[in-house]
């Protein structure tokens, strides 16, 4: 964001990329490799065309063998919005874990698909949190 803002002559600095930026840090101080994913997923548009929609994985965690799907959610306040973030974690058809980081002081839950929701404070508090 600095080096950013900087070359840019920036000033405007949005919650959602600071947010993004911390997960990122700390999923490197943990020692993963952070990649960017994509999944494509398809649908039939008013025309009845079917159509390739690309949706983005906000990270790729990778140790070892061990893979971690993440999505950065600054803020859910609504069933919609929740779906949206959910629905590229859905679309991998795969068993590595996925979770989702939430800048809201949220208790952490696990829905029926597995995927897990949690605070940015309580990923960042506990280096096993993911």
């Given at each position: 964001?600095?080096?950013?803002?900087a070359?840019?002559?920036?000033?405007?600095?949005?919650?959602?990329?600071?947010?993004?930026?911390?997960?990122?840090?700390?999923?490197?101080?943990?020692?993963?490799?952070?990649?960017?994913?994509?999944?494509?997923?398809?649908?039939?548009?008013?025309?009845n065309k079917?159509?390739?929609?690309?949706?983005?994985?906000?990270?790729?965690?990778?140790?070892?063998?061990?893979?971690?799907?993440?999505?950065?959610?600054?803020?859910m306040?609504?069933?919609?919005?929740?779906?949206?973030?959910k629905?590229?974690?859905?679309?991998?058809?795969?068993?590595?874990?996925?979770?989702?980081?939430?800048?809201?002081?949220?208790?952490r839950?696990?829905?029926?698909?597995?995927?897990?929701t949690?605070?940015?404070?309580?990923?960042?508090?506990?280096?096993?949190?993911?």
């Open positions: 964001m600095g080096l950013r803002a070359i840019l002559n920036m000033r405007q600095q949005e919650e959602t990329h600071i947010m993004e930026n911390v997960i990122y840090n700390e999923l490197r101080i943990r020692g993963f490799r952070v990649d960017v994913g994509m999944v494509e997923t398809w649908t039939t548009n008013a025309e079917t159509m390739r929609v690309p949706l983005e994985i906000d990270f790729v965690v990778n140790k070892g063998a061990e893979r971690i799907y993440i999505q950065s959610a600054f803020r306040p609504s069933e919609d919005k929740e779906k949206q973030e629905r590229s974690l859905l679309s991998t058809n795969d068993s590595f874990r996925k979770i989702i980081i939430t800048y809201e002081d949220i208790k839950k696990t829905d029926e698909q597995g995927i897990v949690i605070s940015l404070l309580d990923f960042l508090l506990d280096p096993n949190s993911i």
